[in-house]
């Protein structure tokens, strides 16, 4: 009998599969079996780019009479510590009696990449039939979506294709720069730190951001503090008191004096000081309103959370880390809580737009947003969000702004 296989990213996402399956599958060295299905998975990445070494003996010194490095085909090798996995996926995926092949490892490029690297190891006929599921959450009902919703997995070339040219530029960056680099510099850089040896690492991101650091403590070393001397007043119109602050006005006797420093302060103590004997000799002192002006504005409510914008906000409010709140809103993802967290879209999609009062419904049963997503259901507010701002297709890539599933809890 002809069975399905299912491959996560995870054991953790593998279980929520075959839970949403209903097949009561059994439990093996592995993977999960039932009468129709199979559901097994990787742990991270089980296959990565051989080293140097691995194309020729000469490339384990470093040198730089063997630079650059440029392999004209590479090679890959399964990673040791997950052998064993590597060997059982690889046994599934090659099963006579497994037709169709689901791709369930993360929606995104990287999630595209470990699979591609298990299929091209595992040597897959191409008589099998592989699907990709492309989901935003881990919800029984979004599961079952991108199951039944798959495409063949060639209309997922070009994501695979800018994957593996990513890594194939992350390797050479790395492998080349670092040896080059280490080989003019590390003896001056041990010299300066001291100890042993010391080995410059260069990558394609952390090189780019330590740049940024680096320039941004330049400014900050180099800044000059300025101080400039500003004349303020405590002032009383119509009854109420506030605060006033001199500034040098078109037709006053200071307008673009080179005693300034801004319009509102002098350079120097004792020309602030002048101006204000200079205004203590007016009698009497009267204020003239020249004009009142009162605005009523509108302003939009932000965007959206993608993964950046949060990563901000929780370092601003609560001091946590990048690192800490990807953890935080990965865990919250495979729990069915929210949706998929590695996207850069702030607005949801069309689709989504249109039921998103099952989002809202589920929120009813989380205490501090079951007043406002009650109040939201009962006006019916959110049947219009499709025609605002906060949708747009065309801002979408893989995956839409990070919400609340309304599940999980």
Request: glycine content about 6%; some cysteine.
């Given at each position: 009998?002809?069975?399905?296989?299912?491959?996560?990213e995870?054991?953790?996402?593998?279980?929520?599969?075959?839970?949403?399956?209903?097949?009561?599958?059994v439990?093996?060295?592995?993977?999960?079996?039932?009468?129709?299905?199979?559901?097994?998975w990787c742990?991270?990445?089980?296959?990565?780019?051989?080293?140097?070494?691995?194309?020729?003996?000469?490339?384990?010194?470093w040198s730089?009479?063997?630079?650059?490095?440029?392999?004209?085909e590479?090679?890959?090798?399964?990673?040791?510590?997950?052998?064993?996995?590597?060997?059982?996926?690889?046994?599934?995926?090659?099963?006579?009696?497994?037709?169709?092949?689901?791709?369930?490892?993360?929606?995104?490029?990287?999630?595209?990449?470990?699979?591609?690297?298990?299929?091209m190891?595992?040597?897959v006929?191409?008589?099998?039939d592989?699907?990709r599921?492309?989901?935003?959450?881990?919800?029984?009902?979004?599961?079952?979506?991108?199951?039944?919703?798959?495409?063949?997995?060639?209309?997922?070339?070009?994501?695979?294709?800018?994957?593996?040219?990513?890594?194939?530029?992350d390797?050479?960056?790395?492998?080349n720069?670092?040896?080059?680099?280490?080989?003019?510099?590390?003896?001056?850089?041990?010299?300066?730190?001291?100890?042993?040896y010391?080995?410059?690492?260069?990558?394609?991101?952390?090189?780019?951001?330590?740049?940024?650091?680096?320039?941004?403590?330049?400014?900050?070393?180099?800044?000059?503090?300025?101080?400039?001397?500003?004349?303020?007043?405590?002032l009383?119109w119509?009854?109420?008191?506030?605060?006033?602050?001199?500034?040098?006005?078109?037709?006053?006797?200071?307008?673009?004096?080179?005693?300034?420093?801004?319009?509102?302060?002098?350079?120097?103590?004792?020309?602030?000081?002048?101006?204000?004997?200079?205004?203590?000799?007016?009698?009497?002192q009267?204020?003239?309103?020249?004009?009142?002006?009162?605005?009523?504005?509108?302003?939009?409510?932000?965007?959206l959370?993608?993964?950046?914008?949060?990563?901000?906000?929780?370092s601003?409010?609560?001091?946590?880390?990048?690192?800490?709140?990807?953890?935080?809103?990965?865990e919250?993802?495979?729990k069915?809580?929210v949706?998929?967290?590695r996207?850069?879209?702030?607005?949801?999609?069309?689709?989504?737009?249109?039921e998103?009062n099952?989002?809202?419904?589920?929120?009813?049963?989380?205490?501090?947003?079951?007043?406002?997503?009650g109040?939201?259901?009962?006006?019916?507010?959110?049947?219009?969000?499709?025609?605002?701002?906060?949708?747009?297709?065309?801002?979408?890539?893989d995956?839409?702004?990070i919400?609340?599933?309304?599940?999980?809890?």
């Amino acid at each position: 009998m002809p069975k399905s296989l299912y491959i996560a990213e995870k054991p953790s996402v593998a279980q929520e599969f075959a839970k949403a399956l209903h097949e009561n599958p059994v439990r093996r060295d592995g993977y999960m079996e039932s009468d129709n299905s199979v559901v097994t998975w990787c742990v991270g990445h089980l296959v990565t780019m051989s080293y140097p070494d691995k194309y020729d003996e000469k490339y384990k010194k470093w040198s730089f009479d063997t630079l650059p490095f440029l392999p004209s085909e590479f090679k890959y090798e399964v990673i040791g510590s997950v052998r064993r996995q590597f060997q059982i996926v690889s046994g599934l995926l090659n099963r006579e009696d497994v037709e169709t092949i689901y791709v369930c490892t993360d929606s995104g490029r990287e999630g595209e990449y470990i699979y591609r690297l298990v299929a091209m190891m595992a040597k897959v006929p191409s008589s099998k039939d592989q699907r990709r599921v492309w989901i935003d959450s881990q919800t029984e009902e979004e599961i079952l979506r991108g199951i039944r919703e798959a495409k063949n997995i060639s209309e997922y070339d070009n994501l695979s294709e800018a994957a593996f040219l990513r890594a194939k530029e992350d390797y050479l960056m790395g492998i080349n720069f670092s040896r080059a680099l280490s080989l003019r510099y590390s003896y001056d850089l041990s010299a300066y730190l001291g100890g042993k040896y010391h080995a410059i690492a260069v990558g394609r991101v952390m090189t780019c951001v330590l740049g940024m650091v680096v320039r941004r403590e330049r400014e900050i070393r180099d800044f000059v503090k300025t101080p400039f001397f500003r004349v303020l007043a405590d002032l009383s119109w119509q009854g109420r008191k506030f605060e006033g602050e001199w500034r040098a006005a078109e037709g006053s006797r200071c307008f673009q004096s080179p005693k300034l420093y801004k319009e509102n302060g002098f350079r120097e103590r004792k020309d602030a000081e002048e101006l204000i004997r200079y205004l203590g000799e007016i009698r009497p002192q009267e204020m003239k309103a020249v004009r009142v002006e009162k605005k009523t504005a509108r302003k939009n409510p932000p965007l959206l959370y993608n993964l950046a914008e949060i990563q901000n906000d929780c370092s601003r409010f609560f001091k946590i880390s990048p690192d800490q709140t990807l953890n935080i809103i990965q865990e919250l993802y495979e729990k069915k809580l929210v949706t998929y967290p590695r996207t850069d879209a702030r607005v949801l999609s069309t689709a989504i737009s249109k039921e998103i009062n099952r989002n809202i419904g589920g929120l009813r049963n989380y205490g501090p947003a079951a007043a406002f997503a009650g109040e939201i259901l009962e006006k019916g507010t959110w049947k219009g969000i499709g025609k605002t701002r906060y949708t747009n297709d065309k801002q979408i890539t893989d995956h839409y702004a990070i919400i609340p599933t309304g599940q999980g809890l």
